[in-house]
């Protein structure tokens, strides 16, 4: 589950702000598959728009699923630490039964059940294909309640037309090697 340098930057973290909860920690989370879909996925979770996010069992090999009070490393689109997310809830449940509810708190694309039906069952179609398997409405998706335990810098929310905010002079920056908590 954890992967050498990077990941020791990370358990540092949690360690930090955890520091005796190390039962807790899992592997950090980074949504999507692109750096463009992680920073938009970031936001959204930090800002509160994304209360939720799903997975397949093929996901984790190792069998070690999210469980309720699991610590996660939120990434950004480069990598960089942006929050600790605790998992506040977890259910079970087949692809066709998830609902307009569960779709809202997916906080992504239109933010109903037809675009997550049609976006994250294209998404789940490769994957299940990559993992040589297929998806089918009565396939097994982890569904997993989220909420910021911990952010390491204030949001810099995008604002249309205009570029974010740059940060104040004692705002912290986390390089690839500098990771560490406020």
């Not at 540092?12 to 999507?32: K, S, T």
């Not at 689109?77 to 809830?89: L, P, S, W, Y």
Request: charged residues 25%; neutral net charge; hydrophobic residues 45%.
């Amino acid at each position: 589950m954890w992967d050498t340098v990077v990941d020791a930057a990370l358990i540092e973290l949690l360690a930090q702000a955890f520091p005796r909860d190390a039962a807790r920690y899992f592997a950090p989370m980074r949504i999507g598959d692109t750096s463009a879909s992680a920073d938009k996925g970031a936001e959204a979770i930090l800002t509160g728009i994304k209360t939720a996010t799903s997975s397949a069992h093929w996901d984790y090999a190792d069998g070690g699923i999210p469980f309720v009070g699991a610590l996660s490393v939120l990434l950004d689109g480069r990598g960089r630490a942006q929050a600790i997310v605790e998992t506040i809830g977890v259910e079970t449940i087949p692809f066709g039964e998830v609902d307009e509810a569960r779709a809202l708190a997916y906080g992504e694309g239109e933010r109903t059940l037809a675009w997550w039906r049609r976006a994250m069952g294209d998404w789940y179609r490769a994957s299940a294909a990559r993992h040589g398997t297929t998806l089918s409405d009565e396939t097994p998706i982890i569904w997993e309640w989220i909420a910021v335990a911990r952010r390491f810098w204030p949001v810099r929310l995008r604002t249309a037309g205009r570029p974010p905010p740059r940060a104040s002079a004692c705002g912290r920056r986390a390089g690839p090697n500098s990771m560490s908590a406020p």
